[in-house]
Each structure stands twice: as C-alpha cells, then as structure tokens.
C-alpha cells in the first residue's frame, strides 16, 4: 500500500497531493462570541464618553446607565414599571398569538376561509398598528383594553401567516397515511397536522413576539402611568438620555429572554427534527 | 376476503391512465403488480384503498374481513409516512388510538408487532435514528397492529438499498409464512415480484391495461435469492415489457 504523506510534494515523481475545497457554509452557534461583540462595544461607548470624544448628548455613559438602572431597582420603582408591562405583553401576546394559530390553522385546512381571510390579512398586516391606537382607546377604553388590543393586531398577523404557511408545508403523505388508517378529521389534525406545522409555528412566534415588544412602547404613549414604555416615553420627550437607555436596555433584555423561551421550547418540542 | 376489481378506468383531466382494469385478489395471496413507469400501477393502488376514486368500473370487498380487524385495507408506502416526531412505538399506537385501544390492551398489540418486526429494541427510537430498512419494519409492524384483510404495498422496498431489500424481503417472506396475509404489492422491480408474488399482473404502457398474468406455483419459502427458476420468469416478464419500458421511457410528462 501506498502511504500518503502530509506535505505538498511527494515522492512519488510528478504529482501532488489534492488540494482541500469543501468545507464551510455551516455557521456554528458560539455563545461566548456574542458576549464578546456586547463587551467590546460598551467599552468603546465607555472610553468614548469619557475621552470626550462622543458628546454626552449623542451617547450617556455606560456606568451612568448601570447607576440609573441601580436606583430604579433600589427604589422599587423598576418592578412598578415591569408588572404592568409584562402583563400587558402577557395578555396581549397571548390573545393575538392563539388567535392567529387558530385562524392560520384554518386557513390552511379549508377552502372557503382561505379564499376569505388571506386576502384581508394581507390588508390588516401593513397597517401600522400604532395609527390604530387613538381609534383603540375609542373602542376598547383607555385603560388596559386598548393596550391589550394593539399587541394582540399586531401579534395576530404575524402568526397567521407563519401557521397557514406551515400548516401548507405538512408533508401531505402523512395525512394520506392517516386518511389510509381511518384516522378521524380531528384526530389528523391534532396528531399529524398540528405537530407537523409547529416548527414553522414556532419560528413565526420568534418574528411576533418581538413585534409585541415593540408595540408594548407604543401602547403606552397613552394612558399609563407605569410601564416600560411610559418610561422610556417620557425620559424621551426630557431627553433624559441615562433613562432612555435604561429602558431600552430593559426591552432589548425582554426581547433576549423571550427569544431564549423560544429556544427552550424548540428543543424541548421539536427534538425529533432531523 | 377478496377484493374484485371490475372494469376499472381512469383519467386525469381527459387523460387516459388506465383501461378496463377487471382483477381478482384472492384471499391470502400476494399479488405483484408490474409494469412501465406511468403506467398508473400506484394509482391503481390508491383506487383498490379508497385513497382515489376511479373514473369507472368498482372496487369490491368480497366476504367479510375478520372480526378483530381494525383497518381492512392498510397500506405500506414507499416513503415509510411514518411520523417523525413519534417513536416507533408511538407511530404503531397511532393508529390503535383512534380505535379506542389503549392502555394495556394496546401495549400487548404494539410489543407483539414489534417482536414479529424484529424491532423490540428499538420501541423508543425515534424515525431519525433509524435506518432506511429500519424505518420501513415500523411501517410493516404498523401495518400488522391493524390486523389487516388486505396489505396494499406502494413500492414498499424502493426507497431502500439492494442488501436492505434482500433482508426485508426475507422478513416478507417469513412474515407470510407464519400467518399468510393478502397482498397487492405494485413495484417496478421484477426480481421483487417473482420472489413474493403467487401472481403476477403485467400493465401495458398508458392507458394501462393488464397485458398478462403469470401465476408461480413454487411455494415463497422455497424461493432463494438468484433461483435459475424464478430467473426464467424474470427473463420473460422483461420480454414482456422491454418495449413498453422504451416507448414509455421516451413519452413526454404531462404534469
């Protein structure tokens, strides 16, 4: 046998050994990095504001943002603002969310309300939900109903979209096989369909979740008192910019955690994916 | 239970894919259905199961399936369907649930599939874990959990290796021998056909019609792999469908 060596030339007269090509395209997650990029960015922001070298009114400090996110603890104030935020987002995101799983399902199973519906979600989605707010508070009160309301629109479309989509992307020999077995209308749709549509169910809540977040803010530019938005809102319009970022960065923690939920979830359901 | 086939065509929209099909299933046997590709064999398949309706001509179950079956005619299907998310345990319980079977009861007819399927150690495996071979034994082993009267197999061995296929084949075989199921069993492979079928349905090329029947009489347990008899049968059915095989080879899709 011949044996291969582990330079460029061999010795065997007028040849050479084949050159690696393949490899790659197969990004890896590597948690640590992430953490890195987030160091290395604060600390410029860090060294810029106190070189001087970027002004106090286009960034705060970084330890003065740490400083007001310790006294918003220590006051109590931070937990003032966070139950009413989260509950808002808790009801809002689960009204709008089953709303849209149920509602996607149905498109996606049946002729008549596909032909129906798709073409009005296709009219609601673009819609800024924000415009809506004023007419919210009309319809549903200025207290939380309003709030509720927007996040549950703005979480709705997102959803039904993503599910009727994967709902159409089942594998349809699975239901045949169902079909084959005598397996009950509901029985497919609840063991067959509904675990076939929910990693694309999954990956659509990813996208509405975020939107909820997002709406969160502006469903408290009116009538709240407490709130994360309200408070970014008005340490906003006083350019306060330490509170600001003490509220974005309390949403941009939200938005991690929701995501990490979701994650958790996909492993927990979605092992048998190959 | 037999199964009649009466004067079977069908179209597609205006599309002639088969032609005054009339075939007798006969309790307990394997029936082989060959033929050119497109020539509508696995259509005819989904006709025999009520998966399609036929343009013309009727399906007929003739006498009654026994009394603890719970799906008369079960299908097996080139692509396994078996649910990705559920064990193989999980996919036979499938379809013991909606019969009302749990509990128990249906421990007793999962463990018993699976140990005729040779797959009792992997009851919890997942379908990702699971060769292709692997795969397909959960699929017969769901099949038999139903108690079927009639197996309806689409090219069940296609997806499969050559080595793989000679070991499920052998599986079949010893499975039909130790309880003779009825089988219509519709593949493109002729060795497949002359190894398991008592009879053996040539279809012509679109429209497809039955071009020939050849019955083999040598009992499946005394079939061996490259037997110089079950080989002369090869060479003829190839005969019979070389020239089908090329014109049909040669037709446009119509998609």
Known sequence: MQSYSMSDTTSEPNS??????????????????????????ISIAEWGTRAGWISALTLPKPSDVLQTFHELYVSGLLFKH?????????VGAAIGASAGISVGILIGLFSYIRSGLVPVIAAIFPIPKIALLPLFVIWFGIDEGSKYAL??????????????????????????????????WFSIVRKIVLPGAM???LSGLRVSLAIAIILLVAAEMLGAEYGIGAYVLEAGSLYDLERLFAGVVILSLLGVLVSTAIGVIERHLLGWRS | MDIRLENISHSYDGFEVMRDITLDI?????VCIVGPSGCGKSTLLRIIGGLERPSQGRVLQVGEPPEDCLNPLTYIFQDFALLPWRTAAGNVSLVLEDHGIRGAEARRIIDDVLERTKLLDFAKALPKQLSGGMKQRVAIARALAVNPAVMLMDEPLSALDSQTRELLMDDLISLWERQPFTAV????NLAEAVRLGHLIVVLSRRPGEIREMVQIDKPLGDRQFSD??????????????RDEARAADAELLHV
């Open chain 1, 16 to 41: 050479r050994i084949v050159s690696f090509r393949g490899g790659g395209f197969a990004p890896k997650p590597l948690r640590f990095v992430g953490f890195i990029v987030f160091a290395v960015i």
């Open chain 1, 82 to 90: 966070l139950n009413p935020s989260l509950t808002r987002l808790a």
């Open chain 1, 151 to 184: 996040i549950a629109l703005g979480t709705f479309t997102p959803t039904a979209v993503a599910t009727y989509g994967a709902v159409d992307n089942v594998d349809r020999t699975l239901i045949r096989m169902g079909q084959s077995f005598g397996l009950s």
């Open chain 1, 199 to 201: 990693p694309g169910i």
């Open chain 2, 26 to 30: 006969p309790d307990g046997r394997i």
């Open chain 2, 185 to 188: 069993y519709v593949t493109h």
């Open chain 2, 228 to 241: 110089s008899e079950l080989e002369e049968y090869q060479k003829y059915l190839w005969q019979l469908m």
